[in-house]
């Protein structure tokens, strides 16, 4: 170890005096002055009070203010207190601290109470903008200003009541609060009955495990593992919705809508919470298993099972999208033009639609004679075990005009393909299970010009 120079100590004390007398200097001069933004409340000083600033600390994010006498008792006077930065704004001169202390006055003593857990704070005055921080029930928040921006939309697609205000903390956070779960009130001087900090450390980890997933019908999940997927029911992403941030527990299935509007959710025994002001309760069977119940207007107890899926619903989407694509492209490219010498021309078309002209000794008993020569194609039918082994899959054409599709089986060939009309009778849902007693056989050929061949 090398040992320093007595030069180079002497020039070490030096600097320690440079220090020791700006600290000093500090501790006497101003940085400027301030207004206080959330009330301190020993000595109690209101929110909105001009304050001057002597020191400001990064370190340990500290001010050092001074106190007007009006705020001490007559022996305290004098004393200079710390607070944290994010409790007061700096502002500059004390014109300009006056300026902005009348403009801030009419909210200074404005505080808030959030209603919800859970309740968000965003990054701007839009319910789409980022969560910088979540709410817990009873916290207070400090309103430091309106702010514009679009209310966020109830489950009946009309606007909640309410307006934006920007906000702080008691942790330091400023963002952006709707305030249709927030009590607003004044307050001057005295404590707040604040929930303790660390009090989120005892949240009720299961109500988390619930929060934290997406609630879809226990049907979905059969769907997916069954491998026979509805995409209509899928795609309209039926589910349950707690509401966390709204307040407004949400239940959407066919034929079923509801909306519950709460105060709070509260624990009812083992895993199971009630909806304050609601007849709405749930309870989480297993990690991925959720129950809900509710009583209808007249009294009767309705009960739902729901279940988190390990993907999006989306992913599953996407997945059964992909599958009937390819399934159609196979029909389109051995055609993508049939044609029977009794039934007409089908052109199935690159967008999945399709024409078909010539098909009138189909009508009335299989094509409706309102369906039109053209319509969509939908490849939303399955096969039974043993169906599949006779047929390569199973369609609907949906006519233009006519109110119900009509369902083919079909087998490709070398030469074209044979299309079996399904009545409603051997469909279970969307799989179909048998043959028709009477089956009615189309066969087209590949060719605009198919040989004369007696067809079933």
Not at 90 to 113: Q, T
Not at 328 to 334: G, H, K, P, S, W
Request: charged letters at 20%; hydrophobic letters at 40%; proline letters at 5%.
């Amino acid at each position: 170890m090398k040992i320093m120079d007595s030069g180079f100590t002497a020039q070490c004390a030096r600097l320690s005096l440079i220090l020791a007398a700006v600290l000093l200097l500090s501790s006497c001069s101003r940085l400027g002055w301030g207004v206080l933004l959330w009330y301190m409340d020993e000595p109690a000083v209101p929110s909105g009070a001009i304050l001057p600033v002597y020191i400001k600390s990064n370190i340990d994010q500290v001010w050092v203010v001074g106190i007007p006498d009006m705020y001490w008792k007559s022996e305290e006077r004098g004393y200079k207190v710390e607070i944290p930065l994010w409790q007061l704004e700096l502002v500059g001169s004390r014109k300009k601290a006056e300026k902005w202390a009348r403009d801030f006055a009419e909210l200074s003593n404005l505080y808030a109470e959030n209603l919800q857990d859970g309740l968000p704070i965003r990054d701007s005055a839009e319910n789409s903008a980022r969560r910088v921080y979540r709410l817990r029930a009873g916290e207070i928040v400090k309103i430091l200003a309106p702010a514009e921006g679009s209310p966020p939309i109830s489950a009946t697609g009309e606007p909640l009541e309410g307006e934006w205000y920007k906000v702080l903390t008691e942790s330091g956070t400023i963002g952006y609060c709707f305030s249709y779960r927030l009590r607003l009130f004044d307050h001057y001087s005295g404590e707040f009955a604040v929930q303790p900090a660390g009090a989120a450390d005892t949240a009720d980890p299961y109500l988390e495990l619930v929060f934290s997933k997406t609630w879809s019908p226990e049907i979905y999940d059969t769907m997916i593992n069954n491998k026979r997927i509805n995409l209509d029911d899928l795609s309209r992403r039926w589910r349950f919705d707690p509401g966390r941030e709204t307040g407004l527990a949400q239940l959407f299935l066919p034929q079923l809508e509801r909306t519950f509007s709460y105060t709070e959710i509260r624990p009812e025994g083992f895993q199971t919470w009630r909806f304050e002001g609601t007849t709405l309760m749930i309870n989480l069977r297993t990690e991925t298993s959720l129950m809900v119940q509710f009583n209808e207007a007249g009294g009767a107890r309705r009960s739902f099972m729901f279940t988190a899926l390990t993907e999006d619903v989306g992913h599953y989407i996407t997945q059964e999208t992909t599958r009937r694509g390819s399934l159609y492209r196979a029909i389109y490219n051995q055609g993508p033009i049939f044609t029977s010498n009794n039934y007409g021309t089908i052109n199935f078309l690159s967008n999945q639609r399709f024409t078909w002209t010539g098909y009138s000794l189909l009508v009335p008993h299989i094509i409706s004679a309102e369906a039109a020569d053209r319509g969509a194609v939908s490849m939303d039918l399955y096969l039974s075990d043993s169906m599949s082994e006779r047929y390569n899959g199973a369609f609907s054409l949906r006519f233009t005009g006519a109110a119900e599709p009509v369902r083919f089986l079909y087998v490709i060939d070398a030469q074209g393909f044979r299309l079996e009309h399904i009545p409603a009778s051997s469909l279970d849902e969307i799989t179909v299970f048998r043959r028709a007693n009477s089956p009615t056989v189309l066969y087209f050929f590949k060719d605009s010009t198919p040989p004369n061949l007696s067809e079933g």
